[in-house]
């Protein structure tokens, strides 16, 4: 039985809160970058450095990272509904078009 080839993982150095970190992934390279710059950015946002247990900081980081994925999840399960609602209407619309015209050509 044949083994799939695995992707290559790429190995990127990130700093994060102040601390060097080597991430192993299948992402590119400038991807890893930006995700670890986000978390980077949003530690910092949380509050200033020290005046939490880096710990809690961690863990106040990833409720708001996890809140604007929750917030993004929702927007665009509402633009699918509006997208799926207007495709609807349309295909009804051209229904009747084509009926219409098929009733004048008969």
């Known amino acids: ?31 890893t970058h930006a995700v670890a710059a986000h978390v980077d950015a949003t ?3 949380v509050g200033p450095a020290n005046a939490l247990e880096p ?6 980081a990833a409720l ?11 927007e665009l399960r509402s633009l699918r509904d509006e997208m799926d ?3 609807g209407a349309l295909a009804d619309l051209l229904e009747r078009a084509s009926s219409d015209g098929r009733a004048r050509e008969g």
């Open 64 to 74: 708001v990272i996890t809140d604007e994925l929750f917030r993004l999840r929702e």
């Open 1 to 31: 039985m044949s083994r799939a080839k695995a992707a290559p993982k790429n190995s990127v150095a990130v700093e994060i809160a102040g601390e060097k970190h080597v991430l192993r992934s299948d992402a590119p390279a400038e991807y």
């Open 55 to 60: 710990h809690r900081t961690a863990i106040l």
């Open 43 to 45: 530690i910092r946002a």
């Open 85 to 87: 609602r207007r495709a």
